[in-house]
């Protein structure tokens, strides 16, 4: 399993936000490029980005950082946050980027995204499905967490078999930044509905004990934001302790 440190970006600085508030925003690094290095030096593979404002306003706004970011670091980067056309996406990949994240457009617009996967390579695109329960029933939200789509993603799911996806990224937003532990059941219920995926896990990371239980039960990644920034997981130890499990 791969750990994805996060780097949530808001007005060019490194914040985090609780269950997609973007009034919760709080700041832990005035400089990106320095804890995207901190993230490299603990042994970070992968770091994991956002482009809060783009996900707000539909249109990526923080390109010139994250380019420089793909330049200036060893890392391999992922990228979501305003993605909507295929011009944003050649422009990422082209300026380093090893993957982008869709994400309400494949809800809202299956045929074009299907198109992405073929022209740019599954291996590049990651949807991601951000999901809150409703009557017991994972609802996928859109447009930043704003809105929901009256859409479930078992049905979405459903939509993309044959398409070639090989990565899906799935937030239970009620755990987001909540450090209240992760939703192993619905990282389960993926694998069991898809078990082609490779399953990214988000939301709610709080202790190293929550990685090793995402490892075991089989899941590709994690993406690991808080928890990091508030000292209740050692990067460079979780990276080792979660090599030795599975």
């Known amino acids: 399993m791969e750990i994805f440190p996060a780097i949530d970006l808001k007005n ?46 539909g249109q990526m706004r923080q390109f010139d950082l994250i380019a420089n970011l793909a330049k200036q670091t060893p890392l391999k980067i992922q990228v979501g946050g305003g993605i909507r056309d295929a011009e944003t996406i050649e422009k990422l990949l082209e300026s380093g980027v090893q993957r982008v994240v869709v994400g309400s457009l494949a809800v809202k617009d299956r045929q074009l995204v299907q198109t992405w996967l073929r022209q740019f390579g599954a291996e590049h695109v990651t949807l991601a499905f951000d999901i809150k329960y409703v009557d017991d029933q994972p609802e996928i939200l859109t447009h930043g967490w704003q809105s929901g789509s009256q859409q479930l993603l078992w049905d979405i799911l459903d939509a993309y078999e044959g398409s070639g996806l090989r990565n899906i990224l799935c937030t239970d937003v009620s755990r987001d930044g909540m450090l209240a532990g992760v939703n192993n059941e619905l990282y389960l ?14 939301g709610g990371v709080s202790n190293i004990d929550d990685l090793l239980g995402l490892a075991k039960i089989g899941a590709a990644g994690v993406i690991v934001g808080k928890a990091l920034y508030e000292g209740r997981v050692d ?11 599975g």
Request: charged content about 25%; aromatic content about 6%; hydrophobic content about 45%.
């Open 12 to 57: 060019g600085q490194c914040v985090r936000l609780t269950q997609g508030d973007f009034n919760t925003a709080k700041i832990y690094e005035s400089d990106p490029l320095l804890q995207a290095r901190k993230f490299a030096e603990a042994g970070a593979t992968w770091l994991h980005m956002v482009d809060l404002d783009g996900a707000r306003l």
């Open 189 to 202: 219920s993926i694998q069991e509905h898809a078990p082609k995926l490779g399953v990214l896990a988000s």
């Open 235 to 245: 990067l460079a130890d979780a990276i080792q302790k979660v090599k030795h499990a």
